[in-house]
């Protein structure tokens, strides 16, 4: 990266060389092969996402997540949840699809039911798919403490035109309304 004829880096000689020093990975391939709960480098699970307690605060050095954000019944909440676990300076990195999950036949036909239709659809369960389109996202992360760094947004024009949709889904700009997918990062101010 440079700036005004300056180079700087993302990562510092001295913080690349503790990162990558030969015992620290040993210790995560290690922790990858055989988990144990006492080594000082671990990989664990924990739940549920809308609870602050579940992890240590400013503990976490990186959350990272391959199409679960999409199934956050209530996002903004794990997403300030997500920011409490984070040290400063943290990063999250997801990729998120916005696609049906094959509940319709077109990938976006999702957003062709309005809201009281869409709470029959998923009924009793206690998460379907939260239908929040990318721009919301980023939104919710932003408001969360994030600095979006990063979103790659893969576009699918053939879905479910605009006049099909909802009328709550309609005024969304149509970068939305064609997004399904988006890998994004960002990182805790």
């Not at 300056?6 to 690349?16: A, F, H, N």
């Not at 239908?131 to 699918?156: K, T």
Request: proline share 6%.
């Amino acid at each position: 990266l440079t700036a005004a004829g300056s180079t700087t880096y993302i990562l510092s000689d001295d913080v690349l060389a503790r990162t990558l020093a030969p015992e620290r990975l040993a210790a995560i391939r290690e922790a990858i092969t055989r988990p144990d709960r006492s080594s000082p480098v671990a990989i664990r699970y924990f739940v549920p996402w809308t609870s602050a307690r579940a992890i240590e605060r400013s503990s976490v050095d990186l959350i990272y997540s391959q199409s679960v954000l999409e199934h956050v019944a209530d996002l903004p909440k794990t997403l300030a949840c997500c920011h409490d676990w984070l040290k400063a300076g943290g990063w999250m990195s997801h990729q998120i699809d916005f696609a049906s999950h094959g509940i319709t036949s077109q990938w976006n036909g999702h957003w062709q039911y309005p809201e009281w239709l869409w709470r029959i659809v998923v009924g009793g369960r206690p998460y379907l798919i939260n239908r929040h389109p990318a721009s919301a996202q980023v939104r919710m992360l932003e408001s969360a403490g994030f600095e979006v760094g990063v979103q790659m947004r893969q576009c699918c024009p053939d879905g479910m035109r605009k006049d099909q949709l909802s009328d709550e889904w309609r005024p969304n700009p149509n970068a939305d309304l064609e997004c399904c997918g988006m890998y994004v990062q960002a990182r805790k101010r």
